[in-house]
């Protein structure tokens, strides 16, 4: 079990300190470790932290950023999708204090999705002992960077090329097929992340099909965890 020293250090590292160190202690519970001993995993902080962080990006991209709602809201999915989330984990090291059960310390690396989920519970935990102005300090310290990609760089429009931004150094293949009559055919595109299949789409030629399952997979990038 994670001792005091390493709840300060936690607290060191998100430049927030708890006034119930019980409720961090929580956020860092993993349900591994709650369903072999009968705590409370930080599942319910979790679900609160994504709602926190949710309305946190879209403040932020209503005040600095112009655009149509779906443009805004596919930017949303760009900053706060799992593998974001997850990075911002690993770059703070906050996954090597996550309180795992025995079966799950076998991994010693966690998921991206376990780490997104840290990530959410963290936010949900110093909304509750904080308040919306310290999550978000902490949402802008660990994932600021990602705003200012957008400012720098533009939003990018096409969804292949969005979704091969947010996966950087992973193997992106599409697998297109043709059905129907040449006349008037369609194009059905599964697209596959180091061999997994991720998204799908279809479309009336191979390029739209492609950029469809595209689309597809940043949402699921976003929800499935």
Do not use: W
Request: net charge neutral; charged share 30%; proline share 2%.
């Amino acid at each position: 079990m994670i001792n005091n020293e390493s709840l300060l250090e936690v607290e060191k590292i998100i430049g927030y300190s708890f006034k119930s160190k019980n409720l961090l202690k929580t956020s860092l519970t993993h349900s591994s470790y709650s369903n072999e001993h009968k705590v409370e995993s930080n599942e319910k902080l979790e679900f609160l932290g994504d709602a926190v962080i949710e309305f946190i990006i879209t403040e932020i991209l209503y005040k600095e950023f112009s655009g149509k709602e779906g443009d805004l809201s596919k930017m949303r999915a760009l900053v706060v999708s799992e593998k974001p989330l997850a990075e911002a984990v690993t770059k703070f090291g906050l996954d090597k204090f996550l309180i795992k059960g025995v079966g799950e310390s076998r991994n010693t690396t966690p998921s991206n999705a376990i780490k997104c989920d840290l990530y959410e519970a963290l936010c949900g935990a110093i909304y509750l002992d904080g308040g919306i102005n310290e999550t978000k300090k902490f949402f802008i310290k660990t994932v600021g960077d990602k705003i200012q990609d957008l400012k720098l760089n533009g939003y990018i429009d096409d969804p292949k090329t969005r979704l091969q931004e947010m996966l950087k150094n992973a193997k992106i293949v599409y697998s297109t097929s043709k059905h129907g009559e040449d006349h008037m055919p369609t194009y059905k595109t599964i697209v596959y992340i180091n061999g997994e299949k991720a998204g799908s789409g279809s479309g009336t030629n191979k390029r739209l099909a492609e950029e469809n399952s595209a689309s597809d997979a940043i949402s699921n990038l976003k929800f499935d965890k």
